[in-house]
């Protein structure tokens, strides 16, 4: 077990949860379908940011972080959906999407959080031309806040959208190849940390299996995509 989570729902009380401090139930997480079609049409961009020039990203923000990120936002959004929320999910993708385009390689060494804000501004112009104002701000504003912490998030960027890009990353610290512990503020989290646990074990250590090929295949694997 390289992932363990740390519950503290008090974390939680600025996102705009109804009853953040409860424990869900059992989530039957197959009642919240993402089919593979769903996550296909975003290969190419990711693969274009992330893969393309390699010593711009190292191994721990590769394409395989974000497509796995976007399997557990996508599958959290449905969940929550499901709980009558609304999500925009347009503005979830290009936040999960772009929320480390300028990771490691890029950071200013003396401030080594800084990579969600140097990311904003390099991201800024580009989504003004393709997306509304407001969407445009938010996915802006969700790649500047996603690693601080989350009492500094502003009330205005502390959206569902940006809770679930939060809750999808930190899943993602179990690829970190020693044991980590977790800190969850949605029992959601908690509840899908093992399936994000049985994804990393099957593509980032296994030989070659950081592929989006692999990756698809072993989240199909372990029900978190459907076919
Ligand atoms: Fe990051
Ligand atoms: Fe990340």
Request: hydrophobic share 35%.
């Amino acid at each position: 077990m390289l992932i363990k989570t740390e519950y503290h729902p008090e974390l939680a009380s600025q996102f705009h949860l109804q009853d953040n401090h409860r424990r869900a139930e059992r989530i039957p997480w197959e009642n919240y379908p993402v089919s593979v079609e769903e996550v296909l049409p975003y290969r190419d961009v990711i693969e274009k940011i992330y893969d393309t020039f390699p010593s711009e990203h190292d191994s721990d923000h590769d394409s395989g972080h974000i497509l796995r990120t976007l399997i557990y936002a996508l599958k959290l959004s449905r969940y929550y959906e499901g709980q009558g929320y609304e999500v925009d999910e347009e503005v979830l993708t290009w936040s999960v999407i772009l929320h480390d385009i300028k990771s490691n390689h890029h950071e200013d060494r003396e401030d080594p959080d800084n990579h969600g804000f140097m990311g904003a501004v390099y991201v800024e112009p580009f989504v003004k031309s393709g997306f509304t104002p407001d969407k445009a701000r938010q996915i802006t504003e969700n790649v500047r806040w996603h690693n601080k912490p989350p009492n500094a998030v502003p009330a205005e960027v502390a959206t569902i959208e940006h809770l679930i890009l939060r809750a999808a990353d930190s899943l993602e610290l179990g690829r970190m190849k020693e044991e980590r512990t977790i800190i969850v503020f949605v029992d959601e989290a908690r509840q899908m940390a093992p399936f994000a646990e049985q994804l990393i074990a099957q593509t980032v250590y296994q030989f070659q299996g950081n592929t989006f090929d692999n990756i698809t295949r072993a989240a199909l694997d372990a029900g978190l995509l459907v076919a």
